[in-house]
């Protein structure tokens, strides 16, 4: 099984509307998550942290569900510009202090006009 | 603001040559990675590095190895290179762990290189 998985998508949603994400993953010890945005042909960058009471940033909202061992990632009225790949990332298994993080291979969201 | 910084953004180089690549960061981060990214597979780690003079292996170490001299340069090198190592190579860095929270990792723009 592998450590973080996500469908692949893509999601096709009209500007304005809401999407939702979500990730699983394998590590129940792993206690950091992210979301990361990645637009075509470019470098993945960090969107949010992902924190155990749920965060908020503008239009996109993060939780995490350690039960169930997954992370969601919300994004309200979306905007042309949302149109990008979504890796959600988490602390590997036997993670030493190495900085070491595990991706997804990501979510592909496209707004449409 | 962090910054990563790749040598270069597109690279061409032919079978067999031995290719570096650069990779540069200006926050003292402790770790640095290298990894390369292919349609439909994902990020892939290749190599890390958590202090200087100190590496490990990735996923997907064959064909790489890596020098960390310095604790701002982390370079990878191909020894001989290949076609099917023709990718997008990212290097990222971050910060240890504080307590039990790992930091997140910061990305260069990347280097595309082609192997003919």
């Known amino acids: 099984r592998k450590e973080v998985e996500q469908d692949p998508g893509p999601f096709n949603v009209p500007e304005g509307a809401t999407v939702a994400f979500n990730c699983t993953y394998s590590n129940s010890a792993s206690q950091s998550f992210f979301w990361y945005r990645q637009d075509c042909r470019k470098e993945p960058k960090l969107l949010m942290s992902?924190?155990?009471s749920g965060n908020e940033d503008g239009r996109f909202t993060a939780q995490l569900n350690r039960a169930s061992q997954y992370i969601s990632l919300l994004i309200r009225d979306s905007k042309l510009s949302d149109s990008a790949t979504y890796l959600c990332v988490v602390t590997p298994r036997g993670s030493s202090n190495t900085g070491k993080l595990i991706f997804g291979q990501g979510t592909t969201l496209q707004v449409k006009p | 603001d962090v910054k990563v910084t790749q040598s270069s953004r597109y690279l061409v180089k032919r079978t067999g040559e031995k290719v570096f690549l650069e990779c540069v960061q200006d926050?003292?981060?402790?770790?640095m990675f290298w990894y390369r990214q292919d349609p439909g597979l994902g990020l892939r780690l290749i190599y890390f590095?958590?202090?200087?003079?100190?590496?490990e292996k990735g996923d997907i170490p064959e064909g790489y190895s890596v020098s960390r001299e310095k604790k701002e340069r982390f370079s990878l090198i191909l020894e001989s290179a290949s076609t099917n190592q023709t990718s997008m190579y990212l290097c990222a860095s971050n910060r240890s762990r504080r307590g039990i929270l790992d930091q997140p990792q910061h990305f260069g723009d990347g280097t595309r290189l082609s192997i003919l």
């Open positions: 926050m003292d981060h402790e770790n």
């Open positions: 590095s958590y202090d200087v003079k100190m590496k």
């Open positions: 992902v924190y155990s």
